[in-house]
Structures are given as structure tokens and as C-alpha cells.
């Protein structure tokens, strides 16, 4: 990714990299990538001009039948190489536009992100915001799972589970992380050291920076891979890059890789521990030698905003029923609204490894990976904003784990929303804070709510869960 690169550019580069076809890519309103692919014979300076059209109506979140053309045009600064794909394969990711009116469509995720730094540019208060989301997933050998009218069930085997320390039937050779302890022991307790090593060289080689991979806490895979900072819009562009290139390679070497929050019971679920930062004129705005932590008036105002708006960022940030299973004490998750320097058991925390002024950032560690980034990434920014426009205070930093807290103490702190329908009803009665200069819409916000509380609140409070056979089968 290249953010100088012309249309003349990525047709040069297409054929210097014998690319045989090019893959168009856009994200729905939930936040998965979709995409077709031309003849590479197609990549003409004509496509970036006039784009290429596609049926809206077949996009989660979209156009209704009657309504369906609409258009894509690639983002000639987004080109990579595909790593993932044998057929020589240059990808692009493009904007939708409405073919009648020939403006940005209102519900295209990017352009919503596109809006808020844009926003965040004339708004006077900064002009770049930096972006560090620390995605966690898990890596299995298989996954089975069905749901259907007379019966409902998951099962996940991975060679690394804990669970399989007394497995006969085939070499056993042991050496397998305990629940909780998966973070950091050398191979072959850490099985997956090569696998996420190829994941590192496959995302260098579609452009992704990486800093730092390494074993989760969880048993059974759990993985972290960090790429560093960048834009808003690049970020979240980098995002579902990184998701498909993880989820490629595993497929490639025979595992299969999830981001969903929580996927086994009583371990650690996977974050999105999201790092963030403004600036100005190439100053760093958090950072005051005289602050708490070393945090800027402007800062601790941005923490206060993003506090004060946290159950409906959430509704973005967190954004899935399987997400509520990891908001919960105890497994590493953050659910108390509060913010501390060092504190992991804090919902913000305020990183200590560097007094550099440039390393001053906040760490936002409630969302998770299965978050649509541009829409997310968005809302967190503008709720900051919002601090810093009314100067909201956040409470007082607390130092001790939250968790320990009791009587008076523990009242003092409120606690994260506890499911995605209190994320929603969250979303619906505080969104003035989004809608500040046109960066979300009503409609973007009224569909989104509508999509997720009929697509997947309801068909998951519909129908019965394993373990209610478990508690109420004799009953």
C-alpha cells in the first residue's frame, strides 16, 4: 500500500507483478470484505475514473432490490500484491459511490471513516490521528458446528488444547499450555511458532508492518500478531487485510482461525486492545511532562468523552452476542469504566513503556476483532472529540485492580453494558456525539441497530442454548 501511488502506478505495478487478474474488495455494513475480480487486462485508468458497477441489494446493510446499482471505484493508494492466492492476483480496495447522484454512498463503511478525519482536520483540535489496534485470535485444527431445529452444537479440537494431554489413539507428545498460561513459553510448548512466523512473512509481503508476534494467554492457539500504528482509514483498510491473510495462511497449513471474541469457555477471550493518538503539526497532543502519566489536559479529556460514550461506541466496537461472553471479570477483559496508568484491569489504559512524548497514547482495551474498523475506529475518535470539545471529565485514575475493589469502592465504578441489546438501546439514545459533522448519518446508525438486533440478537435469543439442557432438561 502505497499512499502516493497513481492509477499509472498500479497498472505498472500489475504488470511487473504478472498479475493475471484484479480483485475489487469493499466492506458491508457488518464489517466482513466482499469482491469480485476482472481480467488484469481490465485495469485500465477508465476504472478509477468511472468505476464498475455491482447489485447493492446483495450486500448486508446496503440497497433494497429496487434500488440495487451501484458503483465501486479502487483506491488506487490501497494496490497490494495477493499473498494468499496461487493465480497472480493484484488487489484493490475501492469506495462505493450511487451511480445517480455520482456521490460517496452514505452506508460505505470507508467513507464514514473517510469522514471522520476529515472531520478531525476541520475541526481545528488536530490533524492526524494515529491508530494501533492489537488484534487477538485463536488458531484450532477443526471447528464443527450446527444449529437447526432439533439440535445445536460446536465442537473445537486443537492439537494444543490442554484438554488433549490425556488423548490416546495416536502420538501423544505432551508439552501443551494450562488455561491462562499461554502467554509467552518457548516451542514446543508454543506449537505455532513457525505457522505465525509464515502469517508475519505473508502480511510483510502485502504490505502490513509488523512489530511483534507471539502465544496468548489462552491454551489451544491463542495468538497475537501487532502491526504498527497508522492512519485512521489505513488502519482499518490494514485490518481486514490482516483477518484475510491470517485466516488464509491457517487454511493453507491445515489449521483454521478465529476472531470471535470468546470461542472457548473459561479461558481468555480475544481482544482488539485499540491504541490511539492525536497530533498536530507534527506535535504530539497527549503528551504534558507535568500530567498524570504524562498526559495532556487535552488527552484526559479525550479519555473522558470516550469513557462517557462507551456503551455505544460499543455497539460498533464490540459489536457481536459472542462479545459479551468475553466482557466479563476475571479473563484479562476490561469491563470497568475507569482509566489508569500500567492497569490492565481498567477500560483505558495510558502505556508506560517510554516517557517519549511521541509515545503517549491512550489503549481503549474493551472492543474486539470481529468490529466492522472503519465504523469503529470512527466512533472512538468522536467520542473523544467530544470530550475534548466540552472538556469531560473522566473520574479519577485508579491504580489498584478493579476487580479486588469492594463495598463503597467498587460502587463508585460503573461497569460496561452486558450484552449486545444494551449496546444497542445504548447507541439509540446517545448518538448526537456521531452525527457532528456529518461523519454518521441517522440512517447509517438506524440501519446498523436494525440489521443487528434482527439478524443476530433476536435468532440468538430464539433459540435454545446446549446448556439450558444441562440445567433444565429434568426440571
Not at 446493510?61 to 434500488?67: A, D, P, S
Not at 462479545?323 to 502505556?351: D, F, Q, T
Amino acid at each position: 500500500m502505497d499512499p502516493a501511488a497513481t492509477p499509472q502506478d498500479v497498472i505498472r505495478r500489475a504488470s511487473e507483478a504478472g498479475s493475471q487478474f484484479v480483485d475489487l474488495r469493499f466492506t458491508d455494513l457488518p464489517g466482513s470484505w466482499q469482491h469480485f475480480s476482472i481480467p488484469v487486462k481490465e485495469l485500465t485508468e477508465g476504472l478509477f475514473e468511472e468505476g464498475i458497477g455491482f447489485d447493492g441489494s446483495s450486500i448486508r446493510g446496503f440497497q433494497k432490490i429496487h434500488e440495487s446499482d451501484m458503483l465501486l471505484f479502487p483506491d488506487a493508494a490501497s494496490a497490494f500484491v495477493d499473498p494468499c492466492l496461487e493465480v497472480p492476483t493484484l488487489s484493490l480496495i475501492c469506495d462505493v459511490r450511487d451511480p445517480v447522484t455520482g456521490q460517496p454512498y452514505s452506508r460505505d463503511p470507508r467513507f464514514v471513516a473517510r469522514k471522520a478525519a476529515a472531520h478531525l482536520s476541520t475541526s481545528g483540535i488536530a490533524d492526524a490521528s494515529y491508530w494501533g489496534p492489537e488484534l487477538e485470535f485463536y488458531i484450532f485444527n477443526s471447528v464443527r458446528f450446527d444449529q437447526n431445529a432439533h439440535e445445536g452444537y460446536y465442537h473445537i479440537d486443537s492439537d494444543e488444547g490442554i484438554w488433549n494431554s490425556g488423548r490416546n489413539g495416536s502420538d501423544n507428545l505432551g508439552f501443551r499450555p494450562r488455561h491462562k498460561e499461554g502467554y509467552f513459553p518457548v516451542p514446543p510448548v508454543d506449537q505455532l511458532q513457525d505457522l505465525r512466523s509464515r502469517i508475519v512473512l505473508a502480511l510483510a509481503d502485502a504490505g502490513i508492518d509488523i512489530e511483534v508476534h507471539h502465544h496468548e494467554v489462552g491454551t489451544a492457539g491463542q495468538t497475537e500478531i501487532d502491526m504498527r500504528f497508522g492512519s485512521l482509514v489505513r488502519t482499518a483498510d490494514q485490518v481486514l487485510l490482516y483477518k484475510y491473510v491470517v485466516r488464509n495462511v491457517c487454511r493453507q497449513h491445515g489449521y483454521t482461525a478465529t476472531f470471535m471474541p470468546k470461542p472457548l469457555f473459561g479461558d481468555n477471550g480475544s481482544g482488539m486492545h485499540t491504541h490511539q493518538s492525536l497530533w498536530k503539526d507534527g506535535v504530539p497532543l497527549f503528551y504534558d511532562k507535568n500530567g498524570y502519566a504524562l498526559f495532556s489536559d487535552l488527552g484526559r479529556w479525550y479519555i473522558g468523552g470516550l469513557l462517557r460514550h462507551a456503551p455505544a461506541v460499543l455497539a460498533f466496537a464490540a459489536p457481536t452476542t459472542n462479545s459479551y461472553r468475553r466482557l466479563v471479570p476475571g479473563y484479562e477483559a476490561p469491563i470497568k469504566l475507569a482509566y489508569s496508568a500500567r492497569n490492565r484491569s481498567a477500560c483505558i489504559r495510558i502505556p508506560t513503556y517510554s516517557n517519549s512524548p511521541k509515545a503517549r497514547r491512550l489503549e481503549f482495551r474493551s472492543p474486539d476483532p470481529t468490529c466492522n474498523p472503519y465504523l469503529a475506529f470512527s466512533a472512538m475518535l468522536m467520542a473523544g472529540l467530544d470530550g475534548i470539545a466540552n472538556k469531560i471529565e473522566p473520574p479519577a485514575p485508579i491504580e489498584a485492580d478493579l476487580y479486588e475493589l469492594e463495598g463503597e469502592d467498587a460502587e463508585k465504578v460503573r461497569d460496561l453494558p452486558g450484552s449486545l441489546p444494551e449496546v444497542l438501546d445504548a447507541l439509540e439514545d446517545d448518538h448526537d456525539f456521531l452525527l457532528k459533522g456529518g461523519v454518521f448519518t441517522e440512517d447509517v446508525i438506524d440501519t446498523y441497530i436494525a440489521y443487528k438486533r434482527e439478524r443476530e440478537v433476536d435468532p440468538v435469543a430464539l433459540r435454545p442454548h446446549p446448556y439450558e439442557f444441562y440445567l433444565y432438561y429434568d426440571a
